[in-house]
Nanobody
Framework: QVQLAESGGGSVQGGGSLRLSCAVS????????MSWFRQVPGKEREGVAT????????YTADSVRGRFTISQDNAKNTVALQMKLLKPEDTGMYYC?????????????????WGQGTQITVSS
């Protein structure tokens, strides 16, 4: 059974940085795509960043490009999201996703497995 566990969330002032981590069990992330999504109440869950081909391919949403970086550590079977220059609009619940089944990476229906999420709150 695939399980994902996010950590690293918290509260930070605008302009600050945070690093999220996703620990994966039940499958190996090597050679698989992994992703980070976020969601705020009342809005659809949106893709933030995806990593494939062991880091040879990465995709980031326009809203976070240049500020967020996704990476993976195959030895630890973890995926990280380094976030800098955080803005209040980055506030939300951040989820790790696995089990890409094709389609658009930034669409939640393209992913099979989800973590419980970790909350990020950015104050102005």
């Amino acid at each position: 059974q695939v399980q994902l566990a996010e950590s690293g969330g918290g509260s930070v002032q605008g302009g600050g940085s945070l690093r999220l981590s996703c620990a994966v069990s039940g499958t190996f992330i090597r050679d698989r795509c992994m992703s980070w999504f976020r969601q705020v109440p009342g809005k659809e869950r949106e893709g933030v960043a995806t990593i494939c081909r062991n880091g040879l391919s990465t995709y980031t949403a326009d809203s976070v490009r240049g500020r967020f970086t996704i990476s993976q550590d195959n030895a630890k079977n973890t995926v990280a999201l380094q976030m800098k220059l955080l803005k209040p609009e980055d506030t939300g619940m951040y989820y790790c996703a696995a089990g890409f089944n094709g389609g658009t990476w930034s669409t939640k229906t393209s992913w099979r497995y989800w973590g419980q999420g970790t909350q990020i709150t950015v104050s102005s």
